[in-house]
């Protein structure tokens, strides 16, 4: 998908703001704990996401995670299908003091081609 440039310039400076994980380490950090956020929206969720991952899209975010994720200490691991909405999600959440949200690089993509 082509990306405006001021979209992509958005969301590269909220990558630079968050922690990345590698997709190979999604499923130790889930068994240690973390959380896996699915922010995509519910017809993209439906078809495929992480098991156990918990659903709010992008657009709710704000408004539902605190009903969700109330524990600001949690380990989030926000992703999309690749990394830009994954990014700004995370972003979006350190900056309501979910310090360690963060975002998996390359998203489900990324994560179901390790097989």
Do not use: W
Request: aromatic letters at 6%; glycine letters at 8%; proline letters at 2%.
């Amino acid at each position: 998908m082509a990306y405006t440039e001021k979209f992509q310039n958005m969301a590269n400076a909220a990558r630079a703001r968050v922690d990345e994980v590698s997709p190979e380490y999604v499923d130790e950090m889930i068994a240690n704990g973390a959380i896996a956020l699915d922010i995509r929206d519910k017809e993209e969720y439906d078809v495929d996401h992480i098991a156990g991952a918990i659903h709010i899209s992008r657009g709710k975010l704000e408004m539902m995670v605190e009903g969700e994720i109330p524990n600001t200490d949690s380990t989030i691991l926000c992703y999309c299908n690749a990394t830009n909405r994954g990014a700004l999600s995370a972003d979006t959440l350190r900056s309501m003091g979910y310090g360690n949200a963060k975002v998996v690089v390359g998203g489900l993509i990324a994560y179901r081609s390790l097989g």
